[in-house]
Structures are given as C-alpha cells and as structure tokens.
C-alpha cells in the first residue's frame, strides 16, 4: 500500500536533509514551540506532575486519570525521540489517549535525555519509575492487576530493555509492554533488514538518519552489541511479559520490531504484531488524528483489557 495521502501531504512540505551537523538544543525548542496550548489537549479527569524517587535520582513523571474511579489498572509509558529529543510536553497528546483509549492510569516519565546525560542514564530513570510505581501502588489507586509498559521508537526501545532488566531481577510485576515502531537495533547495517533498504528514502525517518540520529546515545556510552541497547540482541526472551508490537508499513525499523514479536512467539511469550499499512515511522505521535492510525490507542487498549491481571 502507498504511504496515506495525508501523511504524504506533509511529507512533501519537509526540506530534504542536507548533512549538516544536528544540534539538540535548537531540535529540542523548536519540538517545544509545536506543543499545543493545555486548552486544545484532550480532556481528562485529572493530570498532574509528581516526582519519583528512584535510585538513579528524582525522576519527573505526569500522571493521567482518564476517570473518576476507585482503583486503576496502571500503564508506565516512555517517550520517543531518538534518546536525546522527547518531553513530557512534547508526547503529553500520546499519554492522553492511552489513558483514554486503555482506561489504565498513565505515568510518563521525563527521563534524562542523551548526550548530556551517558548511558544508562535515560534507561534506569524508565525502570526506576516502574518499580516506583509498583512501591507507590496503594497512592496511585492501583487496582494490583495490570502494570503495563509502553513507548514508541527510542521509548520502545527501554520498554523491551526494562522487560528484560525486570525479568532479571526478579521483578514480576510487569503485566504487558507495548511497542510502538521500535528501535530494538542500534546496528544499522543495511542488509540486516530488508526495511531498511524498502523504506530508506522518503518517508521521513530515513536509513541514512539512523546513526546521526542515535549518535547522541552512542556517543555516550551505549554499545549497540549489548542487549540493553540493542534489545533484539538478547539471547533469550522467554518469560518476558505478553507484548504487543505495532509496526508501520513504511518504515525503517519495520523488521526488527517484527522480528521481536515473534522471537517472543517462539521463546512461549504471547506477543501479537499488528503492522499499520499506510503509515510510516511515528504516526502515533504524528499521525494520530488519521481515524485509522488513531485506532492504534484503540488496539492498546483491547490488548490491555483482554488480559487483565494475566
């Protein structure tokens, strides 16, 4: 299928990379100037900012209440951005309508960003947030069923990592992750994946962006042959929580987030791969006001609700 003609209507507004050096600050203001006023974002019960105690430092988090209710099932979600772009702000529309769509009480979290902050930084304040989440249960109305993780592209990235960390701890409480189009292979060989010679060009992400891209993470100290960076990497994945995996048609990172899903199949781990045909690399954030991408929230929330303290 081609790319939707919406999407295509932007994509031919965008100027066409030049090489130059990224610089963070300025990507990060302008992503900042684009925020829409707390009047145009979806209504909710109740949102509010907190902080998170975590062994690797306070960590600012905002939480979502999608209704009035005695208790929630919970949902920990990490925002995208390539390691170094992302913000509580700049996502916040993501979190509203996971609350909405899930009906789960959402925790995003402000984790510190690349380069300034080295590896593992950005990834201990995610898993440091779930298991504050998990102490904090009674203050948050957990209901002790579900505790859920999502995050889309570099957010997917520490949602598989976090698994897996959690997995190795000992840490059971995880119920379910959710990724949306992630980045699960910082080795970016082009013949490892066939999307990332199909969907190289012109589609917005593009293959050759991949390492300036996520230079920023390297650069700090992140290996890509670790497993902890490169997720995909990890031996094994048996007893990892049942995940769902949302793919875009059109995108790079299309094949190593399908190769996840079903390497969690064959490790005995329920994991469904849902691949969004039409959409290309960050229409959950971008694209969501398309009906049939919106309908990405909607499927969260069917995952989510059909497994219920599963």
Known sequence: MTIHPEIAKILATLPAPDGSPLNPEAMRAGEAAQVPPL??????????????????????????????????????????????????????????????????????????????????????DCYGVVRWVAEQGSSLSWNGKNLAIAGDSSGGN??????????????????????????????????????????????GLETAGLKPFNSFYLGSGADPADPLVSPIKRGDLAGLPAALVITAEHDPLRDEGELYGRRLNEAGVDATVSRYQGANHGFVQNFAWIPEFYRAFEETGEFLNARAGQ
């Open 39 to 124: 009047d145009q974002r979806l209504p909710l019960h109740a949102v509010e900012d907190a902080t998170a105690v975590t062994p690797s430092g306070e960590v600012p988090v905002r939480i979502y209440t999608p209704a009035e209710a005695d208790s929630y099932d919970l949902l920990v979600y990490f925002h995208g951005g390539a390691f170094f772009l992302g913000s509580l702000d700049t996502h916040d529309h993501v979190a509203r309508s996971l609350a909405k769509e899930t009906g789960h009480k959402v925790i995003s979290v402000g984790y510190r960003l690349a380069p300034e902050a080295v590896f593992p930084a950005g990834l201990d």
């Open 158 to 203: 520490f949602v598989a990592a976090v698994a897996a960390k959690a997995h190795d701890d000992g840490f059971d409480r995880i119920t379910h992750q959710v990724l949306f189009y992630p980045s699960l292979d910082l080795d970016f060989d082009v013949d490892r994946y066939p999307s990332l010679r199909e969907n190289a060009e012109g589609y």
